[in-house]
């Protein structure tokens, strides 16, 4: 083989092993990329079905429901303008309160439901997600809207 042809051969392996390692690394970036919706494009099911997602609002006054002997609890997310019911089972943190925001993680099931595998709660009174405080905001200016 002549030189040159050792020169190409290597700069061909070069390129073909830095291909393979970008595709390596975009492809665990999209295994972990998670979205966030609105319980209004949840309920629109502009959410996908069977991935995981994140979805925030508020969490809707008297829907917190305990299951006796269970770390399960029951509960609704709310953007004013539509509501979801969730499902978790684990600990919830300590600021999760009714008409408070939340951001949960999981998937909607086929009935409709969003079993949250991750409930994260506002940690204080100015914070919100952006995505949860812009998906209020255009919940209830929707709302504004359909009273007019």
């Known amino acids: 083989m002549k030189p040159r042809h050792k020169k190409l051969a290597m ?3 070069g390129v ?34 069977g991935k995981s997602f ?16 269970s770390t399960t609890v029951r ?14 089972t684990g600990i919830l943190p300590d600021l999760f ?3 408070k925001g939340v951001v949960a993680q999981g998937k909607v099931s086929a009935e409709g439901i969003f079993l ?5 709660a506002k940690h204080d009174e100015n914070y919100m997600p952006p995505e949860a405080a812009e998906a209020l ?9 359909s009273l007019e």
């Open 16 to 49: 073909t092993a830095l291909g393979f390692s970008a595709f390596l690394v975009l492809n665990a970036f999209q295994s972990n990329l998670v979205f966030f919706f609105s319980p209004t494009q949840v309920v629109a099911k502009e959410a996908p079905i």
């Open 11 to 13: 700069i061909a392996a």
């Open 137 to 145: 905001e255009r919940a209830a200016k929707a709302q504004k809207a």
């Open 116 to 120: 949250a595998d991750e409930v994260l």
């Open 75 to 88: 509960f609704a997310i709310t953007d004013t303008a539509e509501t979801i019911p969730v499902v978790y």
């Open 97 to 99: 309160r009714e008409g």
């Open 54 to 69: 994140r979805v925030g609002g508020l969490v809707a006054e008297g829907s917190v429901k305990r299951e006796d002997g």
